[in-house]
């Protein structure tokens, strides 16, 4: 996997529009951001700086341009999880659902998903 590098707020809002979209023109991206609108030439500039950071690439048409992802949505939900787990939980996943769990954003019927998840992955790790 490639060397990602960590994404603003706005900058992961947009890519969370491009990743929806597939590709698109600023104006596309746009149309999909909540209200109030941002400015075209904002934008235009926060997708060119995703450009310069490896995120997008484009594809020219005349003067315009369509944009399109480098990165995956998995790709960068891996990426943005396993910082999440080092920054904030020390590495340990046992930290980080106790947390959910704490807060409330965790109950009975996901644990118990999560758990079959994990024998399944056990049980698929030992064949």
Known sequence: MKELKELTR?????MQ???????????DIIDKLPA????YNTVSTIVRILETKGFVAHEAF?????YYPL??????????TRKLLHGYFDNSARNMLSFFVEEEKL?????????????????????
């Open 10 to 14: 706005v900058e992961e809002q947009i």
């Open 17 to 27: 529009e491009l990743w929806e979209l597939g590709e698109a023109f600023v104006k």
């Open 36 to 39: 109030p609108k941002p400015a």
């Open 62 to 66: 005349g003067k315009s341009h369509r």
């Open 71 to 80: 990165v995956s949505k998995e790709e960068y939900r891996t990426f943005a």
């Open 107 to 127: 109950n009975l019927k996901d644990a118990d998903e999560l758990l079959k998840m994990l024998e399944e992955a056990t049980q698929k790790k030992r064949r």
